[in-house]
């Protein structure tokens, strides 16, 4: 059995998705970010990170005690290795996986990333941020649409590249970017997405609403994401349990 602690954000979705493409028997525990839940000690010990998602795989690969892992592109190289499945076994075919598995890891959800935070949540967005990762955010879409003008999929097959993309591929549109303008990557996301597993992974609605939109955060809930309680969550206080991650 895993664990997968979750939230319902792309990086959260790649690995649901691979747990239904994989039909690895596994657990969802859901977290709620804007209270703090992913600040406890208990979390960190999980993931020293405080990030989700994180999984717990009570029978690892090798055997041995349980297995806990943060980091969504390192829990999709273990969970696809695991199964034998999603990762090519093809030598170059593999390389081209890991080569956009890694792109999206360091680029696409990053970028993405940032864009969304000084379009959907800082209330007076800086322009120059604002433009910086709005330019960055679209010329990575038109990478991934020049690559799969090539390829019917990034590794030639259909791997964990492709999961690994995907949602934030779909996360978009709440920054304002239409598919239309990129047809390529479009003619991929409507066939990862007709994809039964991609449909029941991508879409556990387990977590707070208020993270879609366009949030309007308490002063709270902004520490909880962004503030001064994420960054105390990692320091010595907070794994000793002597002091406030809230």
Not at 47 to 73: K, Q
Not at 99 to 113: A, D
Not at 147 to 164: F, H, N, Q, V
Not at 210 to 223: H, I, K, V
Request: hydrophobic letters at 40%.
């Amino acid at each position: 059995m895993i664990d997968l602690h979750f939230v319902r954000t792309p990086n959260g979705q790649k690995v649901s998705i691979l747990l239904e493409e994989l039909e690895l028997p596994h657990r969802v525990i859901a977290y709620d970010m804007l209270k703090g839940e992913h600040l406890t000690p208990d979390f960190r010990r999980i993931n020293p990170n405080c990030r989700l998602p994180a999984i717990v795989d009570h029978e690892p690969a090798g055997g041995g005690e349980p297995l806990a892992l943060g980091e969504s592109g390192a829990i999709l190289i273990y969970l696809a290795e695991k199964a034998g499945r999603l990762i090519p076994a093809d030598p170059r075919r593999r390389a081209q996986c890991l080569q956009w598995l890694m792109w999206q890891m360091s680029g696409l959800g990053p970028m993405h990333g940032q864009a969304h935070h000084f379009v959907r949540y800082c209330t007076e967005p800086p322009p120059y941020a604002r433009e910086r990762y709005m330019n960055e955010a679209r010329r990575l879409l038109q990478v991934l649409d020049n690559r799969l003008g090539e390829a019917e999929y990034l590794a030639e097959e259909y791997s964990i590249a492709d999961i690994a993309c995907w949602p934030w591929v779909r996360a978009a549109r709440a920054i304002e970017i239409e598919l239309a303008e990129y047809p390529n990557a479009r003619r991929w996301y409507k066939q990862v997405d007709a994809r039964p597993a991609v449909k029941k992974g991508g879409e556990l609605k387990v977590s707070d609403a208020s993270l879609a939109g366009r949030p309007r955060l308490t002063p709270e809930q902004w520490s909880n994401l962004f503030g001064a309680n994420m960054l105390g969550a990692v320091s010595s206080r907070a794994e000793a349990g002597t002091g406030s991650t809230g």
